[in-house]
T-cell receptor, first 112, second 112 residues
Framework: NAGVTQTPKFQVLKTGQSMTLQCAQD?????MSWYRQDPGMGLRLIHY???????DQGEVPNGYNVSRSTTEDFPLRLLSAAPSQTSVYFC???????????FGPGTRLLVL | KNQVEQSPQSLIILEGKNCTLQ??????????LRWYKQDTGRGPVSLTI?????NTKSNGRYTATLDADTKQSSLHITASQLSDSASYIC???????????FGAGTTVTVRA
């Protein structure tokens, strides 16, 4: 099992550009989520999904879109990048609310 | 205001020594409390998961305790090793809610 994989590992964008952060898991987990991690702050939930075709907003959803067409994939789209979106982004998956959550290696995003 | 507060923000210990990290939370009702270890440049990895009815949970040299009455948890690291250098994150999960509350983490540096 590869677990949770994320691509790219690092990305530099210019303000206004759009891009998609990829996330995939091979553990057949129903629950997937996207977080951002900023210095001195805890991870903050951007969007999450409880199954294919179902997504919902987290704590900081503005400026981001998600879709869940398959159980395995949960891409995060930045519509029009802003410097405030400079952060490290983590994707995670879990079998259920009381189960262990597995995180991907992260994507470091720099918006100039 | 963050509902999960961790202390200290950082600490340095000598290899072989013990240390204790603190986590105070205000979220309720909660389903379970977790401790994660995050190595620099990598995603968090689960160490322990405790329900509100559990007082202690161990994972090798890591022992987590929970006092649901005072809403406090601690993570004790015994006989620290250089590989214990990482950030340790406390996470509280609300009952029947997928939105996790993350602490900002405690950075532990173990020196030879």
């Amino acid at each position: 099992n590869a677990g949770v994989t994320q691509t790219p590992k690092f990305q530099v964008l210019k303000t206004g550009q759009s891009m998609t952060l990829q996330c995939a898991q091979d553990m057949n987990h129903e629950y997937m989520s996207w977080y951002r991690q900023d210095p001195g702050m805890g991870l903050r939930l951007i969007h999450y999904s409880v199954g294919a075709g179902i997504t919902d907003q987290g704590e900081v959803p503005n400026g981001y879109n998600v879709s869940r067409s398959t159980t395995e994939d949960f891409p995060l789209r930045l519509l029009s990048a802003a410097p405030s979106q400079t952060s490290v982004y983590f994707c995670a998956s879990t079998r259920g609310l009381r189960e262990t959550q597995y995180f991907g290696p992260g994507t470091r995003l720099l918006v100039l | 205001k963050n509902q999960v507060e961790q202390s200290p923000q950082s600490l340095i210990i000598l290899e072989g020594k013990n240390c204790t990290l603190q986590c105070n939370y205000t979220v309720s009702p909660f389903s379970n409390l977790r401790w994660y270890k995050q190595d620099t440049g990598r995603g968090p990895v689960s160490l322990t998961i405790m329900t509100f009815s559990e007082n202690t949970k161990s994972n090798g040299r890591y022992t987590a305790t929970l006092d649901a009455d005072t809403k406090q948890s601690s993570l004790h690291i015994t006989a620290s090793q250089l590989s214990d250098s990482a950030s340790y994150i406390c996470v509280v999960i609300l009952d029947n809610d997928y939105k996790l509350s993350f602490g900002a983490g405690t950075t532990v540096t173990v020196r030879a």
